[in-house]
């Protein structure tokens, strides 16, 4: 199981990034797949997922109608794409193969999913 994360930046609030993650090992389709941030000092927020048997989506409190997910099934690669980012939205943020429940309720353990290097987003001005 490999999943990379890109596409991370440094926006100014207001603006938009989409963020990218690659999988190899496996097909996305198969599993469900979601996004999580860590900032520093701060505990691992899910942030979004889209489940495996019927493609629906879940989103945290914090980024709904700001953040969408998809999937690309062709590409195996699962999006994330960001609007309205605000300076609270600065962290590093992974993709993960994970249960939607437990990436959206939490914890988020590695005992429960598999995830690989995230990628910064920054959000200043």
């Known amino acids: 199981v490999q999943l990379q994360a890109s596409g991370g930046g440094l926006v100014q609030p207001g603006g938009s990034l989409r963020l990218s993650c690659a999988a190899s090992?496996?097909?996305?389709?198969?599993?469900?797949m979601g996004w999580f941030r860590q900032a520093p000092g701060k505990e691992r927020e899910g942030l979004s997922c889209i489940n495996s048997s019927e493609g629906r989506l879940f989103y945290a409190d914090s980024v709904k109608g700001r953040f969408t997910i998809s999937r690309d099934n062709a590409k195996n690669t699962v999006y994330l794409q960001m609007n309205s980012l605000a300076p609270e939205d600065t962290a590093v943020y992974y993709c993960?193969?994970?249960?939607?429940?437990?990436?959206?309720?939490?914890?988020?353990?590695?005992?429960?999913?598999?995830w690989g290097q995230g990628t910064q987003v920054t959000v200043s001005s």
């Open positions: 993960a193969r994970m249960s939607c429940h437990l990436l959206i309720s939490g914890p988020i353990d590695e005992k429960f999913g598999s």
């Open positions: 090992g496996f097909s996305v389709d198969y599993y469900s």
